[in-house]
């Protein structure tokens, strides 16, 4: 323990509860004394602190021992009064000094106390309770920390603390109250009990505290200072000083700041009061100074410059004053400054002490009391921005009409509660610029930027925006914040349109305009546009969580809420485009928390993120209940590309329902409402479900969508479909591959999202097989697309033999047995080993060779080999899909298995793959003779000549065949 303990705050601050708790809670043995204004002679302080000394201890069973007479007059004294003290208290104690603020910081007694140090035992604690924080006698204490310190922001309770005195004081208390109450205490412990204990007779109660506790102490003169300075919010040296008309009545402040009362820093050379002790002043104000100088004193400070050129309590002077038009051109003349600096409570507290006539009959006033809501209720602000619409249009306001429209516009476009009413503000918007008439350029700007956004929500054809673009570009003037709001209009449309490029463009200028103009909504919106572009366009789910995450701290640092359930949605969708279907169902629930009931747009892209996962999750009935809520939600929000998403949906999910009428169905009106739209995104969708409904139907139906929907992908580098169902991609993209349409962009889709092979992959080289390997009639590698050729000998033949013995569960003594015949087992194994990791270095990929359980295999998902297609190639031909792998089969044999090779016994396999390919050949040839396909049997010919003599007879048998063939049809 420190041999001082000194607690300095406000009176009321909790500092003797704080000790007094702390006592009881350690029953440490504590002699309290509480100290007089005459204890400053150092004779009367010891004379009271031996007869106190005398009376039974504050521990129960403890009584203090009765000392010997001293002559209480010198520093000695004190010193030998203290160590008889020590020797006759328990090890561990308390020795607390109360209202330590009534002794001077020049008297004698503070030195004595200071001294006191070499004579404190360990365990002994002098404990100063004070106003006043330590005098300069204690000032080597605290350099040579022997002195513990708790300030009056240690006292001054935070939020939580708060809670738990609230809790503790008054139970079942409302939230709000909680907040309330710990909003107008800051902290000040006495307050917020009378808050609790009291209610709204606190403030009489707290007004008897501050007189007999502050005031009565307080000189003539420091009395009427602060009864000036009340009428402050925030106190300036110039302000106060022309308002007291005393040149030093800062520096008295400052002093009275210095002594605990109630003054608290607000910044350099600016103090402002306590909220509850101002209001005190204001009270005694009122019944200390007559009417006329009261109100001369309101009048002088509400025309003193204060930090933003006024103070808050100005309009309410004036409404004293009666003076109601300068009340409100105050208000009207700061209201944009207000808002744009986010301080719209400010300005709402600002119209409410506007007497209720006035504001509800000035046009202006309602508009601004509308705007203070436009982010917290929509109810609210469209009531008051709605009333001072009808206003401006009674008054024949042209310019108050079209901004009355606009806010409203921009209201129903921030909450999308309402998008009927949105609708209808749009086209009495339209009309208001119509009647402008170009007479305010920067209004009119704003106005058209707010309708375009509005009708790239509502209706983003071209032919619809181009004239209000048109108009737009003929401003000569126009407002450079607008320009960010422009950047947003492009931005949504670029999306909608699928032009990620554009999408891009137009948020790299809008991030450097923000760079130049800061405005906290358009940096939220641009938060929101990266992580919509960082997943459809770069197919980057980390890259959009981190701005889903940068732009959740961005929302919650500035109240914009309605801001964080798009950042949700784009999280989802991004984790759906991946195939996480967890994190997308945990982000949904987060997402569904934030929406409120009435949000059309919200509850639509709930419902249709909730449909696709269903899907995802093989829970089709679930996803026709969320296509309901989708197709219903969509209905309502009258929003076209929205509509247009809940078509897609139910091709979705009539899709994988297998219900292909309505399928068809579906994506006939998909394709028109697309065009109509001009979306390239949507068509791309709809050509990849076109293609996928006919994937078994034959490449001829399937040829024309695919190619279409491709083109645009590969046109705007789509990396990512709404509903991502690999099986499907996998299907589609190889046979885009064997088509050769837009190869390159489906072997890089296939490689970016690590597609699986689907099931006819396996027999066909197509598929961008990370490794692939010849052994028929030659032995070659190919890694992502290039020869290997420098490998080695011994990886070459550990590559070998495993493919001779089947490629999958080859043991490592058979390997080794191979490659090291006289090597000890150790070292053989140690070799094999070593072998082992250069060909995996080689092959470019660890997971190409799989060991486990001491046996070696060949990983299906990542290596393609000749051999196995060519025996997993059908016996018979019962399809086209049958003859097209057959036929690929055929012509991947190009002779022996590992011809070249002598010491391996392949020579059972080399027959039976032989006999194989004679087999296919003549089934494939009586397939093309049954056909009439005779070219294919020329092709054919060809490949049997290519091969050894042997095959020579098998050649002129399909030869024949042929002939008779053509001579049957000629004839």
């Not at 108009?471 to 947003?488: M, Q, S, V």
């Not at 929302?555 to 949605?569: E, F, I, K, T």
């Not at 990791?837 to 295999?857: D, G």
């Not at 070219?935 to 002129?956: G, V, W």
């Amino acid at each position: 323990m420190f041999p001082y303990l000194w607690v300095h705050g406000p009176a009321g601050a909790g500092k003797t509860t704080l000790l007094a708790t702390f006592r009881n809670r350690h029953r440490l043995p504590t002699l309290w004394y509480r100290t007089y204004g005459d204890d400053q002679e150092p004779g009367q302080l010891i004379l009271r602190l031996r007869q106190l000394a005398d009376r039974p201890f504050h521990d129960p069973g403890e009584v203090l021992p009765i000392l010997a007479d001293h002559c209480f007059s010198t520093e000695s004294s004190l010193q030998l009064f203290l160590v008889e003290l020590q020797q006759r208290l328990p090890p561990t104690r308390l020795l607390v000094f109360d209202n330590w603020e009534r002794i001077p910081d020049n008297s004698h007694v503070q030195q004595m106390m200071a001294d006191l140090a070499p004579v404190i035992s360990p365990g002994l604690t002098l404990v100063f309770l004070s106003r006043l924080p330590p005098p300069p006698a204690f000032a080597r204490h605290r350099i040579d920390s022997n002195m513990a310190l708790l300030t009056p922001e240690d006292l001054r309770l935070n939020a939580e603390e708060s809670r738990q005195v609230i809790a503790h004081v008054k139970e079942n208390t409302r939230c709000r109250a909680i907040a309330e109450s710990v909003l107008q205490c800051r902290g000040w412990f006495t307050g917020l009990i009378a808050q609790l204990k009291f209610g709204r007779h606190a403030a009489t109660v707290l007004d008897d505290y501050f007189r007999w506790e502050i005031f009565r102490h307080l000189s003539h003169i420091e009395q009427d200072l602060l009864l000036q300075a009340a009428q402050l919010p925030e106190i300036e040296p110039a302000a106060l000083e022309k308002l007291t008309g005393h040149p030093s009545a800062f520096r008295l402040l400052k002093q009275l700041h210095h002594q605990g009362c109630f003054i608290e820093a607000a910044g350099p050379d600016t103090y402002r009061l306590h909220p509850q002790f101002r209001q005190f002043l204001q009270h005694q104000a009122q019944a200390s100074m007559d009417l006329v100088d009261r109100s001369g004193k309101q009048r002088q400070a509400a025309h003193l410059p204060g930090p933003r050129g006024w103070h808050e309590a100005t309009p309410e002077y004036y409404r004293e004053a009666g003076d109601l038009k300068r009340m409100t051109g105050l208000i009207q003349h700061h209201a944009p400054v207000l808002l744009r600096d986010s301080e719209a409570r400010t300005l709402r507290l600002l119209l409410d002490r506007l007497p209720p006539p006035i504001r509800g009959s000035e046009p202006w006033m309602q508009y601004w009391y509308g705007m203070t809501w436009l982010l917290e209720d929509f109810g609210m602000a469209r009531t008051a921005l709605a009333r001072s619409y009808r206003h401006f249009v009674a008054f024949q306001d042209v310019r108050g009409r079209v901004t009355a429209a606009t806010a409203l516009v921009r209201l129903h476009l921030l909450h999308l509660q309402d998008l009927h009413g949105l609708e209808t503000w749009t086209q009495r918007l339209k009309t208001a610029i119509y009647r402008l008439a170009g007479a305010d350029s920067e209004l009119e700007g704003e106005a058209l930027v707010t309708l375009l956004q509005a009708l790239v929500l509502l209706d983003p054809r071209p032919e619809v925006l181009a004239p209000w673009y048109r108009r737009l570009d003929a401003l000569k003037t126009l407002n450079p914040h607008l320009a960010g709001e422009i950047y947003c209009v492009r931005l949504l449309q670029s999306y909608w349109r699928g032009r990620f490029s554009e999408v891009e463009v137009n948020l790299d200028l809008l991030n450097q305009h923000l760079a130049h103009y800061p405005s906290v909504d358009l940096k939220g919106v641009a938060y929101a546009f990266g992580a919509k572009l960082a997943w459809h366009s770069r197919g980057d789910t980390s890259g959009t969580e981190q701005f889903v995450f940068d732009g959740l701290r961005h929302n919650q640092a500035h109240g914009l809420v309605a801001l964080n359930a798009p950042l949700y949605s784009h999280c989802v969708s991004a984790q759906l485009s991946q195939g996480n279907i967890n994190g997308a169902v945990r982000n949904l629930k987060h997402f569904r928390s934030m929406i409120g009931p009435g949000n059309q747009v919200d509850n639509f892209i709930y419902h249709h993120l909730s449909c696709l996962t269903a899907l995802l999750q093989g829970h089709a009935e679930a996803a026709k209940v969320h296509l309901k809520e989708t197709e219903h939600w969509a209905e309502r929000c009258h929003m076209r590309f929205h509509q247009a998403l809940a078509v897609l949906g139910s091709a979705y999910v009539y899709i994988n329902l297998g219900q292909k009428p309505q399928v068809t169905a579906s994506l006939r009106r998909l394709e028109t409402m697309a065009r109509r739209l001009n979306s390239d995104l949507l068509l791309f969708e709809h050509g990849l479900l076109a293609a996928t409904l006919h994937l078994d139907e034959g490449v001829d139906l399937v040829r024309p969508p695919l190619q279409r929907a491709l083109a645009f992908g590969r046109r705007h580098d789509y990396r990512v479909v709404f509903l991502h169902q690999p099986e499907r991609l996998a299907r589609l993209f190889l046979l885009a591959i064997k088509l050769r349409i837009e190869a390159e962009y489906a072997r890089a889709w296939i490689h970016r999202h690590h597609l699986s092979p689907p099931p006819e992959a396996t027999c066909d080289p197509a598929w961008p097989w990370p490794v692939k390997i010849y052994t028929l009639g030659r032995f070659g590698i190919e890694v992502n697309g290039r020869p290997l050729e420098h490998l080695g000998a011994k990886p070459f033949t550990l590559l070998k033999i495993l493919l001779a013995r089947g490629g999958r569960n080859v043991s490592i003594d058979d390997i080794a047995g191979e490659l090291w015949p006289d090597a000890e087992g150790d070292r053989a194994y140690q070799s094999f080993k070593i072998t082992l990791r250069r060909l995996r270095h080689n092959l470019e990929n660890p997971a190409t060779l799989i060991l486990k359980n001491n046996r070696l295999t060949l990983n299906p998902d990542h290596v393609w080999c000749d051999l196995w297609a060519f025996t997993r190639a059908p016996n018979t031909v019962s399809s086209p899909e049958d003859a097209m792998r057959m036929e690929t089969a055929l012509y991947l044999y190009h002779g022996p298995f590992l011809k070249d090779e002598t010491f391996l016994n392949v020579a059972h396999l080399r027959h039976r793959l032989r006999q194989r390919f004679k087999t296919l050949a003549l089934t494939l040839g009586k397939h093309y003779q049954a056909t009439g396909r005779t070219e294919k049997i020329d092709a054919l010919y060809t490949h049997i000549l290519s091969l050894d003599d042997d095959l020579e007879a098998l050649r002129r048998h399909l030869q024949k065949s042929s002939r008779y063939e053509q001579n049957s049809q000629d004839g």
